[in-house]
């Protein structure tokens, strides 16, 4: 079975700084891959999603992440954050008739 | 257009009764999943229908979990005989089709199993 691994379950970072969120999986035989996100008090949204073609995705409102095969990665990254990214964002990948969630990063920007 | 709907949105039992929780999914939606979210755990992939049919179950915990699916619409997620670990917020969510397509999620249910 597909295990989702995002190791850090918190990152503060501040306001316009960089930031990197980790999303590794455990096999990449037909994955599809997606980012999730929660702002607070509101329900689970895409941010992005990989199902093939460029292994370079991106977001509408700044955010991209690249699937990496031989790492077995999808890492989510912003050059410079907002206030308005404070949410939880939860990695997923879907293989075969199942999905698989990682356990989420609550990323909080700090002005 | 409404989006996801569930019900109840809070749902408190004793141990050992049944619960049944509901999800709307939007109109023309042909798939549907729930997930169970645990404190301080990722979202557990349950079970999904692409239209009234379940092909694969095996995501759900126990044989006390069961769900259907009627007129490709409202579907229901059965627990029976409650137990204090099944305590979780169940979500529900649909997409135009499987696996490849955005799923809308609902607000969930917080189930507590005292």
């Known amino acids: 079975a597909q295990s989702v691994t995002q190791l850090d379950s918190q990152v503060p970072v501040f306001e316009e700084a960089p930031v990197e969120l980790r999303c590794n999986y455990s096999s990449s035989v037909s994955v599809y891959l997606f980012w999730y996100v929660q702002y607070p008090n509101q329900g689970l949204q895409l941010l992005l999603k990989?199902?093939?073609?460029?292994?370079l995705v991106e977001s509408i409102n700044g955010f991209e992440a690249e699937f990496n095969k031989s790492q077995t990665s999808f890492h989510l990254r912003k050059p410079s954050v907002h206030i308005s990214d404070t949410a939880e964002y939860f990695c997923?990948?879907?293989?075969?008739?199942?999905?698989?969630f990682g356990t989420g990063t609550s990323l909080t920007v700090i002005p | 257009g409404a989006g996801v709907s569930q019900s109840p949105s809070n749902k408190v039992t004793e141990k050992g009764k049944d619960v049944e929780l509901r999800c709307d999914p939007i109109s023309g939606h042909t798939a549907l999943y729930w997930y169970r979210q645990s404190l301080g755990q990722g979202l557990e992939f349950l079970i999904y229908f692409q239209g009234n049919s379940a092909p694969d179950k095996s995501g759900l915990p126990s044989d006390r979990f069961s769900a259907e699916r009627t007129g490709g619409s409202v579907s229901t997620l059965t627990i029976q005989r409650t137990q204090q670990e099944d305590s979780a917020v169940y979500l529900c969510?649909?997409?135009?089709?499987?696996?490849?397509?955005?799923?809308?999620f609902g607000p969930g249910t917080r189930l507590t199993v005292l």
């Open positions: 969510a649909s997409s135009l089709e499987y696996r490849a397509n955005e799923q809308f």
């Open positions: 997923a990948v879907s293989e075969g008739n199942q999905f698989y």
């Open positions: 990989y199902l093939s073609g460029s292994t």
